[in-house]
């Protein structure tokens, strides 16, 4: 099945399709991690966007039951150098092609994925139609001009819905704009008792189930648009110890009262480097965001940063001079990539037990 990748720049890409057959528009971004494209292509955050990898063989241990991030794909189509039909790995339950079909995803093999990652990198981030549906390229370039690839994105992938998952630990209440689980995951290894609760919660809903902390997660889009996460933020910080992933980092930055901005092609892969200060430690880190915080607009709203990213001197992770807050842009569960910077979540454990 032959198959179109279109830019916004006006390149076009031949190459074959695989998952759904159809018609796909996102934002095309790039991840450089060399295996987890399962924990990828599950991770809610990517929501909107098509997502270009790096390394060239994807597929090739399969996909499992049990690894998804979430039960969906939310991002928009997935476009790789090649694709194993033949995956080996004993817990393999079905081959990538079938994983795409099931949760029909369009999907692009057989095309240069270095040229497109050069692209992203000198332009920024491009709008982009992958299509298997043989259009004709006047055609996909007006669905490319008609489309707005801009959405609600957070309301789509939140959970509607409070749901309580019981454990003998702190009470966690987590703002789930897009939640990874993985970081579910590390909360019930530290026996914590979750409550996951829709991204518009209120700070009064969010009391009412007396959590000793609260955890705001990743999630898809630009942080600006959760304005009332904001200023529920703003007063969840002053009353009880809040921890920011990704997202959730970015929110408590706008909370105070500080800025985020675009980047221009972003942090997507297995392998970024993060300087702890604290710790004096570098870390090898998960990444997928594509906005950041800006260092100067929160150094003088109370924030101190406590992590750098080593490539490019990003603010990585920041915690509250006064309030037990704290923060990392990067994922701590890691999934796909490193779990070294599990850390996070010992130290957010030991803050609810009263140090600072
Ligand atoms: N993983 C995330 O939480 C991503 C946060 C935000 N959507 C960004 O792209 O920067």
């Not at 955050?45 to 790096?54: E, K, L, P, R």
């Not at 194993?84 to 057989?110: A, F, Q, R, T």
């Not at 909360?187 to 705001?216: H, W």
């Not at 105070?256 to 480097?273: A, D, I, L």
Request: aromatic share 8%; glycine share 10%; proline share 3%.
């Amino acid at each position: 099945m032959d198959a179109i990748l279109y830019l916004e720049d006006g390149s076009i890409y031949e190459g074959k399709g695989f998952g759904k057959v159809g018609t796909t528009v996102g934002e095309l971004v790039f991840n450089t991690s060399m295996t987890g494209y399962q924990e990828i292509l599950t991770d809610p955050s990517y929501a909107g966007q098509i997502i270009n990898m790096t390394y060239p063989l994807i597929g090739n241990y399969g996909v499992n039951n049990i690894e998804n991030e979430s039960l969906k794909i939310h991002a928009k189509g997935f476009i790789v150098k090649n694709i194993s039909n033949n995956p080996s790995n004993y817990m393999s339950d079905k081959s990538i092609d079938e994983m795409l079909k099931s949760m029909d995803i369009v999907g692009i093999y057989g095309v240069d994925t270095r040229s497109i990652t050069k692209k992203i990198r000198n332009s920024g981030v491009l709008k982009c139609v992958i299509s298997s549906e043989n259009l004709s390229i006047n055609e996909i370039k007006e669905i490319l001009n008609n489309t707005e690839i801009k959405d609600d994105w957070m309301k789509k992938v939140s959970t509607k819905e409070i749901i309580n998952i019981k454990g003998d630990g702190y009470k966690v209440a987590v703002v789930d704009f897009g939640v990874k689980q993985n970081i579910i995951n590390n909360l019930k290894q530290r026996d914590c008792d979750v409550t996951i609760l829709p991204y518009n919660a209120s700070f009064e809903e969010i009391m009412s189930i007396k959590p000793d902390g609260v955890l705001l997660s990743n999630g898809p889009g630009d942080p600006k648009e959760v304005k009332d996460a904001i200023e529920m933020t703003k007063e969840l910080m002053k009353n009880i110890p809040t921890l920011g992933i990704c997202l959730g980092h970015q929110i408590i930055a706008l909370a105070v009262g500080g800025n985020t901005y675009k980047m221009k092609y972003g942090h997507r892969g297995g392998n970024h480097g993060v300087y702890d200060i604290d710790k004096d430690k570098s870390y090898i880190t998960s990444q997928n965001h594509g906005y950041a915080v800006d260092k100067n607009s929160i150094e003088d709203k109370d924030m101190i940063v406590t992590h750098i990213n080593l490539n490019d001197n990003t603010v990585e992770g920041m915690k509250h001079k006064n309030y037990p807050v704290f923060s990392v842009q990067y994922h701590p569960e890691g999934s796909p990539g490193p779990q070294d910077s599990s850390y996070i979540f010992d130290k957010f454990i030991s803050v609810l037990g009263g140090d600072q």
